[in-house]
Nanobody, 118 residues
């Protein structure tokens, strides 16, 4: 089991930006490099949805709703993944969760709230 530590959420006005971070502090380099990672978000009462993913070989994918506004990245040296969110909209309001797949096992962070008032 991996420990994922998220940070960077908060309240931002529409059109603003936030950068979420997901650290995996106890992972050795080879372990972190092998991770497929992703960011999900969840609104109360709704299913958790995939926002963006980055594979171990750095292939990225995005939900249609965030394409062109969000960028996912992975820094193997810092043992961290990031989600740069630009042009934020009220519909982006949710709890954002970091996800890592390690040897077929799902690992989740505790979640960080992002609020974009309408």
């Amino acid at each position: 089991q991996l420990r994922l530590v998220e940070s960077g959420g908060g309240l931002v006005q529409a059109g603003g930006s936030l950068r979420l971070s997901c650290a995996v502090p106890r992972a050795i380099l080879s372990t972190f490099t092998s991770l497929d990672m992703a960011w999900y978000r969840q609104v109360s009462g709704k299913d958790r949805e995939l926002v963006a993913s980055v594979s171990s070989d750095r292939v990225t994918d995005y939900a249609d709703s965030v394409k062109g506004r969000f960028t996912i990245s992975k820094d193997n040296i810092k043992r961290a993944a990031y989600l740069q969110m630009n042009s934020l909209k009220p519909d982006d309001t949710a709890v954002y969760y970091c996800y890592a797949n390690y040897r077929g096992q799902a690992n989740w962070g505790q979640g960080t709230q992002v609020t974009v008032p309408s």
